[in-house]
């Protein structure tokens, strides 16, 4: 039954200061929708032309109720927890994991509600950029990543709206997505190989960290950090999964696990498939469809990997500066970074490290970008070489020494004694005191020697002065200008 109301809320009185009813100045109208919701809409404060837009309501959800108007109008008035009933649906169907299904439908809900969106015709792209930006502002855990997370939920639920016709245009489908790098909350590093070695010697002899022994850690950092298996995907491998008999031994994922939604045939290096054996024989009540690494609790929960990262780093490093040798080697290795969960930058060495790691080698190893595109399993290259390839320090120093020589400037040396001589700041140790010829007497002023009997090869230690690095602010002197003087103030 429709009806006219006006809400009350409660005021203080001036006067006395004891709180009192008061009604809003506009009408509100109630009634009920075609899926049977009780919905409040406020009208005006005619209470005349409230009634007016409240029939008029009503008589288009009859229209709707009898089919006699427009679908997408229909759409439009429903709630949006019906649309996203439906969208669940719809994802799954496609083929979407039921873990990614929560998480976007979990998201999209999380909006509405920030936003108070009722229905779909709520949808503005204001409302959204704005809540966005308060989140990022008020939450400690709500990255720009994160941020761009909720906005493409949601973008793809208004792209499947407009798709299946249930609104009439996208209103998101300009919004773009901000830049990460300007807000990176938990970045990664690759591990070096040293301290790749060195972790897994310490996990092999460490104790049992999160449910796990220390040889079984061992071996799935091997596997992580050679094939570049997500912990999900590692938590699905059995005995099934490996074929190691076969002249290019590989491991497999199935299509149910991996991240892309596809089976995935990663080959095994030779080192691997020795120890991987090695490990075996440890494993003498272990079936052919059993998980090699109970890396989920017994709840399902996915066991807390990084924190076993951190501890198995942790041993590793206090092993490794105990291996010091003399007062001055333990300091250095102390003052040092290496094998740091989280360094001085807030680059973390978690567990999904490893899968950069295995990355980074494949650069290290001149791996093509195209191959190391397809064994990380990337549907964009720039994911791979952009986010998960480190490249370090040393590796574009050992670059840089590959370019040609830099040509030595051939200068006039003329004009370059000229320019010493002439220049009263200038000083430099490795000239010698004969080439400038020391004045008759005070009065008289300074001459210059003719040099024309000199050498290009008297004046090397100069050259270091002209191709070096000059005074921020000046430009270097320019040979066969002497009469000139360039100075350029920033």
């Avoid at 994160?146 to 493409?152: A, I, M, R, V």
């Avoid at 001149?366 to 290259?381: C, E, N």
């Avoid at 480190?390 to 040609?404: G, N, R, V, W, Y």
């Avoid at 020589?405 to 004009?415: G, K, R, W, Y």
Wanted: glycine letters at 4%; one cysteine or more.
């Amino acid at each position: 039954m429709a009806s006219l109301f006006k809400p009350k809320y409660t005021s203080k009185d001036p006067k006395t200061g004891k709180p009192t009813l008061k009604s809003v100045k506009k009408w509100y109208g109630q009634y009920r929708d075609v899926h049977g919701e009780t919905q409040r809409v406020p009208l005006c404060t005619d209470k005349a032309a409230a009634q007016a837009m409240l029939n008029e309501i009503i008589k288009k959800e009859q229209w709707v109720q009898a089919g006699l108007t427009d679908p997408k109008e229909s759409f439009a008035v429903m709630p949006i927890k019906h649309h996203l009933d439906d969208y669940k649906v719809y994802l799954a169907g496609k083929g979407c994991s039921p873990k990614h299904t929560a998480q976007t439908i979990k998201r999209i809900e999380t909006l509405i509600a920030g936003c108070e969106f009722k229905r779909v015709l709520d949808i503005t792209a204001s409302k959204v950029v704005q809540w966005l930006a308060n989140q990022r502002k008020t939450s400690k855990r709500f990255s720009n990543r994160t941020s761009n997370f909720y906005q493409d939920a949601v973008k793809t639920f208004c792209a499947w709206l407009e798709a299946n016709e249930r609104i009439h245009k996208n209103s998101l489908r300009h919004l773009k997505r901000i830049n990460v790098d300007t807000d990176q909350r938990h970045q990664r590093r690759a591990l070096l190989p040293e301290e790749l070695e060195k972790l897994v010697q310490a996990a092999r002899r460490g104790p049992k960290v999160e449910g796990m022994e220390g040889p079984d850690r061992a071996m799935l950092y091997i596997l992580a950090a050679w094939t570049g298996f997500r912990r999900g995907e590692l938590a699905s491998l059995t005995l099934r999964s490996f074929d190691l008999d076969s002249l290019s031994p590989t491991v497999t994922v199935q299509a149910g696990y991996s991240k892309r939604r596809k089976k995935d045939v990663i080959p095994l290096q030779s080192t691997v498939v020795a120890a991987f054996k090695e490990w075996l024989t440890t494993q003498a009540d272990l079936g052919s469809d059993s998980i090699l690494f109970i890396l989920k609790t017994p709840r399902g929960y996915f066991r807390d990997t990084a924190k076993m990262m951190a501890k198995d780093l942790e041993l590793a490093r206090n092993l490794w500066l105990e291996e010091a040798t003399t007062p001055e080697e333990s300091a250095r290795r102390e003052a040092s970074e290496f094998l740091k969960y989280c360094n001085s930058n807030g680059h973390y060495a978690d567990f999904h490290s490893n899968r950069h790691t295995f990355i980074s080698n494949l650069s290290r190893a001149g791996v093509s970008p195209q191959v190391a595109k397809q064994l990380a399993r990337h549907s964009d290259i720039n994911l791979t070489m952009n986010t998960y390839t480190h490249i370090e320090l040393d590796q574009q120093a050992s670059a840089l020494k590959a370019l040609p020589a830099v040509p030595l400037v051939q200068a006039d040396t003329e004009n370059l004694a000229l320019i010493l001589a002439l220049d009263s700041d200038f000083s430099c140790p490795d000239v010698s005191s004969s080439d400038l010829e020391a004045p008759a007497s005070d009065s008289a002023p300074p001459t210059i020697t003719p040099l024309k009997n000199k050498t290009p090869d008297d004046f090397c230690h100069l050259e270091s002065y002209f191709v070096g690095v000059h005074p921020g602010g000046f430009e270097p002197p320019t040979f066969g200008s002497v009469d000139r003087c360039s100075i350029q103030l920033s």
